[in-house]
């Protein structure tokens, strides 16, 4: 019988793939792939790839996106990028804690998806 063999692409359908490519470059530190599709950036991350995209649906027609996702990224210094989110102004669901992942907070995107990051 085939099988699922685990994820290998994650991606977020935004409203402006532009803006939502600076805010995840600028604030987060993602590199770009080079361009393979004109509806979307994709970084350069690892083990999975993580881009955003044009929408497909309606993003206003629903009260908030990503409701019932989770997405986890692991980066090198959850308390760091923390308080570099914060004093820039962005979002913070969740503030820092430790976990079975190591330090964990969850920031708001500039659609509204929480992004929870980790560094263990």
Same mark, same amino acid.
């Given at each position: ?13 935004? $409203? ?9 470059? !600028? ?7 080079p361009r393979v ?36 990224? $692991? ?10 989110? !914060? !004093?820039?102004?962005?979002?913070i669901a969740r ?7 190591? $330090? ?17």
């Open positions: 019988m085939a099988r699922v063999l685990g994820p290998d692409f994650v991606a977020l359908q935004v $409203r402006d793939p532009e803006r939502s490519a600076r805010f995840y470059e !600028e604030r987060l530190g993602l590199e770009r792939m599709s004109p509806d979307a950036v994709v970084f350069a991350t690892e083990p999975v790839p993580f881009a955003v995209r044009k929408p497909l649906v309606d993003l206003d027609a629903v009260e908030r996106l990503g409701w019932g996702v989770a997405l986890w990224m $692991r980066c090198d210094d959850a308390q760091a990028l923390y308080e570099s989110l !914060e !004093e820039a102004g962005v979002p503030g820092p804690f430790d976990g079975p992942f190591g $330090r964990t907070f969850a920031f708001v995107d500039p659609d509204g998806y929480t992004v929870t990051l980790h560094d263990g």
